[in-house]
């Protein structure tokens, strides 16, 4: 595989994870409103405990994987990722959810770094800045399609698609990733 083809892959990689990660957070708020009964309080709670851990865990998993590797992190996330969503599936109470919030948020982190460091390795510095721009497109554009079709899938699909939904692409990715790395 050329080294353009592997970034093209990368960048596929990139879009799956937006959307998986769009579908998840951006409709886990009416699952918890519909489930739990959440307000907006509530919600805007459990956005900025996000934020909080997002934050930190950014900087903290960026540095692992320059350390172990970014296919190494791109593994344990989407790994990671596939078994949180899993098991958010089948917890019944509000504290289990959020500690699964808090996960989440960090490993996550194992996944955005990584993908961006990897589009952009080995490239010039205008190189770069225009892999960064494709990079930055590419979520971009998954997120506000996740945004426009995550609405109809909640209702056809029901809440539990708020997991199973990214399960489903978070392993697709592991299993592409694998492809790639051959």
């Known amino acids: 595989m050329t080294h353009r083809q592997l970034k093209t892959g990368y960048l596929a990689l990139a879009s799956l994870n937006t959307l998986a990660a769009s579908y998840f957070f951006n409709y886990l ?3 918890l409103h519909n489930r739990f009964g959440f307000g907006d309080r509530e919600n805007l709670g459990v956005s900025a405990l996000h934020g909080l851990i997002y934050t ?3 900087w903290q998993c960026g540095k692992f994987a320059e350390r172990r590797g970014y296919v190494v992190s791109l ?3 989407f790994l990671g990722l ?3 969503m899993v098991i958010g599936a089948l917890l019944n109470s509000v504290a289990a959810l959020l500690a699964l919030i808090v996960g989440y948020s960090v490993v996550l982190l194992l996944t955005w770094p990584a993908l961006e460091a990897l589009v952009s390795e080995r490239e010039t510095q205008a190189g770069t800045l225009r892999m960064v721009g494709i990079y930055n497109c590419t979520w971009a554009g998954s997120s506000a399609f ?3 079709t995550g609405g109809k899938l909640y209702d056809w699909l029901g809440r539990g698609a708020v997991f199973w939904l990214p399960a ?4 697709v990715q592991f299993l592409l990733l694998l492809w790639l790395e051959k």
């Open 146 to 148: 996740a945004y426009f």
């Open 82 to 84: 596939t078994i949180a």
């Open 168 to 171: 489903a692409i978070f392993f």
């Open 56 to 58: 930190f865990a950014a």
């Open 29 to 31: 708020f009416f699952f």
């Open 75 to 77: 593994k344990l996330g």
